[in-house]
């Protein structure tokens, strides 16, 4: 085959090299997106579980000293989130850490590939002693 002076492109040979480094980089670029959108759920689900230990903790503050439960209760299921995966354990300590104040300690867990949890604690005075 013979090629005139002026004649330029590509070869076959450039042309599958472009293409096999296009290919690596939009296969690289999937494998990132698929780890993204597993820590958007990882995170989600870690917000929620902050969303509720808090609300559990603002609850026990809204109501009188002398209305807090001294017995431990744990809840889990849908009534929690529509998730449905959560458990929290809510342990409050009577005159923990002085006396007249309760140590309220809030555990939300949820399984991931390990189990995970967070825990809020606060403590809580009785007025006017």
Known sequence: MQTCPGEKGFTLIE????IA????????????????ISGTGKA??????????ED????????PYDSIPSSPST?????????GI???TTI??????????KTITVTVSWPDKVPRSVVF???IAQTGI
């Open 15 to 18: 042309t599958l090299m472009a």
């Open 21 to 36: 480094i296009i290919a690596i980089g939009l296969l690289a670029l999937a494998a990132l997106q698929t780890t993204a």
């Open 44 to 53: 989600n689900k870690h917000s929620m579980a902050v969303l509720l230990a």
């Open 56 to 63: 559990q903790i603002e609850n026990y503050k809204n109501i």
């Open 75 to 83: 809840e889990s299921g849908t009534p929690l989130s529509s998730w």
């Open 86 to 88: 959560f458990t929290r």
């Open 92 to 101: 409050v300590q009577d005159g923990s850490p002085v006396p007249g104040s």
């Open 121 to 123: 604690q606060t403590i």
